[in-house]
Nanobody, 133 residues
């Protein structure tokens, strides 16, 4: 059984930083593409950042480029999202999710263009991030 757990959310002032973590168990971690998604009240869930299994290819939504960094530690089955220069519009529930693609080339081919929510099968419960103005 796959189990996904996020941590690291909190309340920070605008301009501050947070580092989210996500652990996933019950699967061969390095074989899976991982993603961070977020949903603000009244808005659709959006893909924030995604990374392929071996950590060589990433995708970022435009609004977080140059501020957020996604990386992974396959030895410890952990995904991270470093968030700098947080803005009030980054306030949302942040979710970690897991997707399987048949081979790294397939994952890279997707991530070079987008991070499709529908491809992600396993989800955590979320961690709240609030950036106050």
């Amino acid at each position: 059984q796959v189990h996904v757990v996020e941590s690291g959310g909190g309340l920070v002032q605008a301009g501050g930083s947070l580092r989210l973590s996500c652990t996933a168990s019950g699967l061969l971690f390095r074989d899976y593409t991982l993603g961070w998604f977020r949903q603000a009240p009244g808005k659709k869930r959006e893909g924030v950042a995604c990374i392929n299994g071996i950590g060589t290819t990433t995708y970022y939504t435009d609004s977080v480029k140059a501020r957020f960094t996604v990386d992974r530690d396959n030895t410890n089955n952990t995904l991270y999202l470093q968030m700098n220069s947080l803005k009030p519009e980054d306030t949302a529930m942040y979710y970690c999710a897991v997707a399987y693609y048949d081979g790294d080339a397939a994952s890279v081919g997707v991530l070079l263009r987008r991070c499709p929510e529908g491809d992600f099968e396993y989800w955590g419960q979320g961690t709240q991030v609030t950036a106050s103005s």
